[in-house]
């Protein structure tokens, strides 16, 4: 396997456009004769498809939920970035690159951070063409905010529904277009396998999730904008049915997998309430600047109320240690933090399998300073939601916070085109590794979906189908269709029956969430990434013997759509504390306890300013690994402080 | 804080398949803590289920925030259930008592064709929004987005309109099985906007046949729509859209 970037040379600000200059185009008339398969129809595979469609591309896009319109997108509340200076206060394309490389702690490419800075002008002007309803000041311009203590406003935003409303602009798109016959859609379709035939991503096999029918769809290329892989962590900010399975299967088909280790955690989430719970509710993290967060001094105070604990036993740990940043200190400190407060026993709330996960939130000052009616303007719908959830509300008591897994800047490795090591397979958005290093910024997510999806990957993709013109016709009684075909429908019977059938899929994904959180989470070390390498292979073993699916393949069955998910999250997650163990050195949502400075994440430059690309090997405990080197012509490698 | 645990009978819509026939199966929830979602109570009965041997109710979900539209039920006669402007993933077992008798039953119109249990078909909602619900700009054809300034006022109204999540609930609610709040909402969002003015005529007879031949009722004013809503869409946009419609039908085709 070679790890080529493509990325063009030369002054950095010229490089898309020389790379557009330099790429083969596909005639207009010409487009109708290729057909290209999108799987998922989040912001990435949903602008892709409806641009491609608009384009003239033959595109069927297929999605697990009922609708395009409820990929996990639609949940992101804040906003999104870019670099429109609107405010007058000094933001600039080069300024939002610089903001994304250093926030990504160093390990990302340039060339393609550099891009996305530049894409995210465009983005906003053909949201707002869509009518996706930003934010407005009173003079009727777009009104900005700054987002995770960026030093510039440059976040737009639609109420606490930014994603909704982003993601309607690309399904309405999408919608104009398969009525226009351009994009066949295919709703409540899951991608269990790849087709590859020459070398070349040459189509998928699928699932009808009402029928179970197995059939594959063959195409000249594939793109995948499948997500992330945060529910490998069981209970995550996701939706439930957010998993990894089409990234994964293309990675066992010769896909490099990128720095999986890189996954971020969100401080401020819901805590778990109990062994059932399901999923961990987000709060903005703009709560963080009127809240202050504390523990109790004294184990012995955990259990009593917070109103009932004096100001002195009182430990308002992050003002302590961080006395310049205080509450405001980034997402991977405060939530580190955490972790550590409530391992020395002094977490609060309700006692889930022996421990008491949850730190204070406590707007008390910020409501005896600033007056209840202006907390409740300013946060009064999270209030809200808070209590709906929590029972209780935070204008009277605390609220209870802890992290909770949010992001994953891992995924396919892809090159400067979006192109993965298997050619004609692309990956856009949060499914890919490109550009957020490890970690991503607030407000960044939503950019870098919907600049793969409506402006790079349309582009990419006819220089792809440009170059090798003409595929051979791939029919579907080809052998290596239906090998494909025959091995998705044997993993199927396999699920369905394994010899001793025990517990519900959830069964295991709870306990391999639990090892994956406690040893490959906030904070990692040696010791604890090999005892997970031993347990998952055991607990995996397990899964496979044990698991209980009942009904049939052949019908609705939402036990066995789980049950192959959380079996391609074992095979990642072990890949997961195999990379978390390869990188000795702490950088951004990767904080290794053994690379550390009075508590600080200590990188190492020298030995780690690389890309981690692993390739399947067969076996899950023994992958390759590939380095791509990192290069930082622009921006200076620094050192992060918060002291 | 403080978790009571529950002890609740559940009668609960099973169904094969869209042509097979339904029937109400009962089961019992015990021990269900107070703190859980409504969904993780189901979770919980359904683990069981696929311990003893049987099979799980099938029910729709995703995001469990409140914002996918994915899940939707009615519970005890109500789509949602029992707590006002909130979805029933978002619905927590505080709101039931032990002893509680729960009928759960799937989204009830004709055009909502049973697919399993409590999972429905709602993709006539989808070919409603491809009949016109969006403004024709292609990709990179779009101007600098401060060019054509909106005023407050109006972009607000427009979001109002557009928090719609698609979850089909005002349909399950109103006596009719009228999808006219889903309808009007994405109609009047993109009609009170400045970029949706070249096709809103042409958009609103569209959608509105569309609805109509999907085989949802007509609107006859009962509100059950706005009150089941988990996002409180008001019933203004229903006569926002009549007014569309009429301005659509009296102009000319072209709308000039």
């Known amino acids: ?643 | 804080m403080s978790e009571e645990l529950l002890n609740l009978t559940l009668h609960v819509w099973r169904q094969d398949g869209p042509n097979d026939p339904g029937r109400f199966e009962t089961h019992q929830a015990n021990g269900i803590s107070t703190h859980m979602s409504f969904l993780e109570m189901l979770d919980v009965v359904n683990e069981d289920l696929i311990e003893k041997g049987k099979s799980p109710i099938a029910f729709d979900h995703d995001c469990r925030e409140g914002i996918c539209g994915s899940c939707g039920m009615v519970i005890n006669g109500v789509a949602h259930g029992p707590q006002k402007l909130t979805t029933c993933c978002q619905l927590h077992m505080r709101q039931f008592k032990s002893g509680d008798e729960i009928w759960l039953e799937p989204w009830r119109a004709s055009g909502f064709p049973v697919v399993k249990d409590l999972i429905v078909d709602r993709s006539a909602l989808d070919r409603i929004i491809q009949a016109g619900g969006y403004i024709s700009i292609r990709t990179g054809s779009a101007s600098e987005a401060n060019e054509m300034p909106i005023a407050k006022a109006i972009a607000d109204h427009a979001m109002d309109a557009a928090e719609c999540i698609g979850c089909g609930a005002c349909v399950a609610a109103c006596p009719n099985a009228s999808a006219s709040l889903f309808t009007a909402a994405k109609i009047s969002h993109l009609s009170l906007l400045p970029q949706g003015q070249a096709e809103r005529q042409d958009r609103a007879r569209k959608m509105v046949a569309q609805m109509d031949a999907e085989g949802f009722g007509g609107c006859t004013n009962h509100g059950e729509c706005e009150a089941a809503c988990p996002k409180g869409v008001s019933l203004q946009w229903i006569a926002r859209m009549n007014r569309e419609l009429v301005r659509a039908v009296v102009s000319s085709d072209s709308g000039v």
Request: hydrophobic share 35%; glycine share 10%; with cysteine.
């Open chain 1, 1 to 643: 396997m070679q790890l080529r970037s493509n990325e063009p040379t030369g002054p950095i600000e010229h490089r898309w456009d020389k790379h557009k200059e330099s790429s083969k185009l596909v005639a207009p008339a010409n487009r109708r004769n290729y057909s290209i398969i999108v799987v998922g129809s989040g912001l990435a595979g949903g602008a892709a498809a409806a641009s491609l469609g608009e384009m003239g591309y033959n595109v069927k896009c297929f999605c697990y939920q009922d609708s395009p319109r409820r990929a996990h997108s639609i949940a992101a509340q804040g906003g999104i970035n870019a670099a429109k200076n609107y405010q007058n206060d000094g933001d600039s394309i080069f300024r939002l690159f610089y903001d994304t490389v250093k926030g990504g702690d160093f390990r990302s490419r340039e060339s393609n951070v550099y891009r996305l800075a530049q894409l995210s002008v465009s983005i906003i002007d053909q949201a707002v063409a869509q009518g996706v309803p930003f934010a407005r000041e009173y003079g009727g311009l777009l009104a900005n905010r700054s987002f995770g203590g960026a030093q510039v406003s440059r976040t737009f935003y639609a109420r606490g529904q930014t994603g909704q409303q982003l993601l309607l602009g690309a399904y309405q798109a999408l919608s104009r277009q398969i009525e226009e016959g351009t994009v066949e859609m295919m709703p409540r379709t899951e991608m269990l396998d790849l087709i590859v035939h020459d070398g070349r991503a040459r189509g998928i096999v699928t699932r009808c999730m009402t029928t179970g029918k197995v059939s594959p769809h063959i195409a000249d290329m594939v793109v995948l904008c499948t997500g992330g892989y945060g529910n490998v962590f069981y209970l995550s900010t996701n939706a439930k049915g957010c998993n990894c399975m089409a990234a994964w299967r293309a990675h066992r088909h010769g896909a490099a997998f990128a720095n999986p280790c890189f996954t971020q955690i969100h401080p401020t989430c819901i805590p778990q309430s109990g062994s059932y719970q399901s999923k961990l509710t987000l709060m903005s993290e703009s709560l963080r600047n009127d809240g202050r967060v504390w523990v109790p001094r004294n184990k012995e105070d955990v259990t009593k109320r917070p109103e009932d604990i004096p100001e002195k036993d009182r430990y308002y740990y992050l003002e302590e240690r961080y006395p310049a940043f205080g509450n405001l200190v980034p997402r991977d400190v405060a939530s580190r933090n955490a972790l550590y407060v409530t391992n020395e026993g002094l977490g609060v709330g309700l006692e889930v399998d022996g421990e008491r996960r949850g730190v204070y939130l406590d707007f008390g000052d910020a409501i005896n300073r600033l007056g209840e009616q202006t907390i409740r303007e300013r946060y009064g719908n999270l209030f809200e939601m808070y209590e709906r959830i929590a029972g209780e509300s935070p204008y009277e008591t605390p609220m209870r916070i802890y992290p909770a897994t949010h992001y994953t800047m891992g995924g396919l490795w892809v090159d400067y085109n979006l192109q993965t090591t298997i050619p004609g397979l692309f990956s856009g958005g949060e499914a890919n590794f490109s550009d957020h290093g490890a970690n991503r910024l607030g407000a960044s997510a939503l950019m870098q979906g919907l600049a793969d999806g409506y402006f790079v990957l349309p582009f990419t993709i006819g220089n792809y189908l440009g170059e090798v013109r003409t595929l051979p016709a791939l029919a579907e009684d080809h052998p290596n269709v239906t090998k494909a075909v025959g091995a998705v429908e044997e993993r199927i019977h396999r699920l369905m029956n394994a010899p001793e059938p025990k517990h519900a899929p959830e069964y295991f994904h709870r306990k391999l969430g639990r090892i994956i959180w406690t040893k490959c989470g906030m904070s990692r070390n040696k010791e604890g990434l090999e005892e997970a390498l031993r347990e998952i292979p055991k607990l995996r073993e397990q899964f496979w013997r044990e698991v209980k699916v009942m009904g049939s393949g052949s019908e609705l069955n939402q036990t066995l759509e789980r049950a192959g998910r959380v079996a391609d999250f074992f095979e990642l997650g072990e890949l997961m504390c195999i990379d978390a163990l390869e990188r000795e050195e702490s950088c951004g949502g990767h904080f290794r306890e053994e690379h550390e400075e009075n508590g600080e994440a200590l990188r190492d430059d020298e030995g780690f300013t690389y890309v981690s690309a692993w390739e399947w090997t067969g076996n899950p405990g023994d992958p390759r690994l590939h380095k791509e080197p990192l290069t930082f012509e622009y921006v200076k490698p620094s050192k992060r402080s918060y002291k």
